[in-house]
């Protein structure tokens, strides 16, 4: 019996489709600490180009179809 697979464009989907969401996360996690007072937001922006980068690489990174 084999596992279920994917197939490489389903992965470049997948993770297109997760973009938005985890962009959505990574700013209210933000907004959070500096609600909280840890950090203010004017220094912890970067984050947000960081994890949009993280996920572009992970897109090309995926098999081509």
């Known amino acids: 019996m084999e596992g279920t697979s994917t197939s490489?464009?389903?992965e470049r989907s997948l993770i297109a489709a997760i973009r938005g969401p985890v962009l959505m996360i990574t700013v209210g996690a933000l907004f959070a600490i500096d609600h909280a007072?840890?950090?203010s937001f004017s220094t912890?922006?970067?984050a947000i180009l960081i994890v949009?980068?993280?996920m572009k690489l992970m897109e090309r990174a995926?098999?081509?179809s």
């Open 52 to 54: 949009l980068g993280v």
């Open 44 to 46: 912890t922006w970067p």
């Open 8 to 10: 490489p464009h389903q």
């Open 62 to 64: 995926s098999p081509r």
């Open 37 to 39: 007072g840890l950090y």
